[in-house]
């Protein structure tokens, strides 16, 4: 008897029997599925046409395929075993559909479950779960980048505890512990950040339908059953490929978006830094090295110590710096993209001088805030948006009375009339927590603390704590003139002091060469990524620690 399949509605593909010998009994071949893709398959609709076979009671079975030939079965997993006692020969166990998990190669691991030629295992991914390797902070990490090599003798891992052998833990984004960094990762000679399209660090679940063998000359199935087996693949096939994955498949999981702040301490462009640029048109015999990690940022904050001024009428104080504004450019093209000003040198050369500053500052492209022609304009944040995300920036005054007399609560900072910059008062404080209140991610540079002091002093300690209480999530300090600790409060990251960057001159003071390059990033606006690179001051140079 000669037979075509009846094409149904409700698939997605068309199977066509060639014709071969009748047979007593049609041949019955069974697909053994998971619950929830039997659910979803019966949800669907998807065996309204079919018959129920006799073999099977209604709850555990459905007839997909049928024929004078053979009938394609699927069956619910918790039916696998609710089959006859005594089969019919013409009943055969086609494949069974189940799931499986492997870790990505760069975890060590080759995934098993993928496809194949030969017909004994058809599989498919179908979701993707990244894993991103954290650490507790540490002011300096003792492994920065998470090395993963393909060939596993850097990864290890434990399936059981999902944990990898070594000193990171392994977490998805929305788990990672509070107190926590993210490390980049280390793969085949490139490193990458959550962001990248290439990250290689993830969990693959898969969906993977196991054939049985063919039956043999001698099995005990009928020869229609031995005839019709590889047809029977090919109906499979096109079920896992056009009704199964469909039913399954996730959305893949949408990459993180990252973006980095860095930030460097004091900057004087005196003292024959500024020459030493003019000299060579070019900011490298200054910068040196540090200009790619300077560049490689999506905002770079730099403390410019100095007015920006051709005037000569200096205040009464022990040094005071002024800088030529055809320096600044070089400043921008080594990534500089905001200029702290509220420190104790902003008014080296009185109100015009500042006021020049401000002028020059702009001209050449810089942000900058907690600076302004008045009290109004001083308090104003510096706000942008960064891949999305919005961010505000605050800088202000908190520094001690010099021994010079020097003020700056009362000299330099401003009024209604007097141009100046911002200082410390619980107005700022109420500025910082309204200004949270938006949502936005508020970064505050404070220049205070005590000169030539290796830790914060109880009352900077009190100020900057409550800033972060306030809203901030990150707090640069300067002043001190020497590193002072980085350290994490509450969901803030405090660095206490980041010392001096370009400042010749320094060497016979302890610690004040000693410099640093800090860059954070935000993972989908969360503080996770932190990165700390030692530097040097060499003269008029800025050099990194090899």
């Not at 702290?340 to 006021?355: A, I, Q, R, S």
Request: hydrophobic content about 40%.
């Amino acid at each position: 008897m000669r037979g075509v399949f009846r094409v149904f509605a409700a698939l997605f593909f068309i199977f066509c029997f060639f014709s071969c010998s009748r047979v007593p009994t049609p041949t019955t071949y069974e697909i053994i599925v998971p619950t929830d893709i039997y659910a979803g398959l019966s949800s669907k609709g998807f065996f309204k046409c079919g018959r129920i076979t006799e073999l099977y009671s209604e709850k555990t079975a459905r007839e997909v395929f049928s024929s004078d030939k053979y009938n394609v079965i699927v069956v619910d997993e918790a039916a696998e075993a609710v089959s006859p006692k005594k089969k019919p020969d013409n009943v055969f166990a086609l494949a069974k559909v189940g799931y499986g998990k492997e870790m990505s190669a760069a975890f060590g691991g080759e995934p098993s479950f993928v496809a194949v030629d030969e017909r004994n295992t058809l599989s498919a991914e179908i979701a993707r779960t990244y894993l991103y390797p954290c650490v507790p902070f540490a002011e300096d990490i003792a492994e920065p980048v998470y090395c993963a090599d393909t060939d596993g003798s850097n990864a290890e891992w434990d399936d059981a505890s999902t944990v990898a052998t070594g000193t990171p833990d392994f977490y998805q984004l929305a788990d990672i512990p509070a107190g926590y960094v993210m490390l980049p990762v280390r793969a085949n000679g490139s490193v990458f950040h959550a962001d990248d399209p290439d990250y290689p660090l993830y969990e693959s679940k898969f969906l993977k339908c196991d054939f049985s063998a063919a039956p043999s000359e001698q099995s005990t199935q009928t020869e229609a059953v031995r005839a019709s087996y590889d047809n029977a693949c090919v109906v499979c096939t096109a079920l896992f490929n056009e009704e199964l994955l469909p039913l399954v498949k996730q959305k893949p999981e949408p990459r993180p978006d990252v973006f980095f702040v860095a930030a460097v301490g004091d900057i004087i462009l005196s003292r024959g830094v500024q020459d030493a640029m003019f000299y060579a048109n070019s900011p490298e015999p200054v910068f040196t090295d540090t200009i790619p990690i300077l560049k490689n940022n999506d905002f770079t904050i730099g403390n410019l110590e100095g007015a920006v001024t051709a005037r000569t009428e200096n205040a009464q104080k022990t040094y005071t710096f002024k800088f030529n504004k055809k320096a600044l450019p070089y400043l921008k093209q080594v990534g500089f993209d905001y200029l702290m000003l509220t420190n104790n040198h902003c008014y080296d050369y009185g109100e015009p001088g500042f006021k020049d500053t401000l002028s020059a500052v702009a001209a050449a492209g810089f942000a900058t805030s907690g600076a302004g022609l008045n009290k109004d304009e001083a308090a104003q944040f510096y706000r942008t948006e960064i891949n999305g995300h919005a961010v505000s920036v605050l800088s202000f005054g908190a520094y001690p009375v010099e021994q010079s007399g020097f003020n700056g609560k009362t000299m330099a900072a401003a009024t209604e009339e007097r141009a100046g910059i911002l200082w410390e008062s619980d107005d700022v404080i109420d500025m910082i927590r309204e200004e949270k209140k938006t949502g936005a991610l508020i970064i505050v540079n404070i220049h205070g603390g005590s000169e030539y002091v290796r830790k914060p002093t109880a009352s900077q300690r009190k100020l900057y704590e409550k800033v972060c209480d306030a809203g901030a999530d990150v707090v640069f300090g300067s002043h001190p003139h020497v590193l002072q600790p980085i350290e994490w409060y509450g969901d803030s990251l405090i660095f206490w002091s980041l010392g001096n960057f370009v400042f010749p001159g320094m060497e016979e003071m302890p610690g004040a060469t000693d410099t640093m390059i800090v860059r954070i990033g935000f993972v989908d606006g969360r503080l996770l990524y932190y990165e700390k690179f030692p530097a040097y001051i060499d003269n008029t140079a800025v050099r990194l620690k090899q």
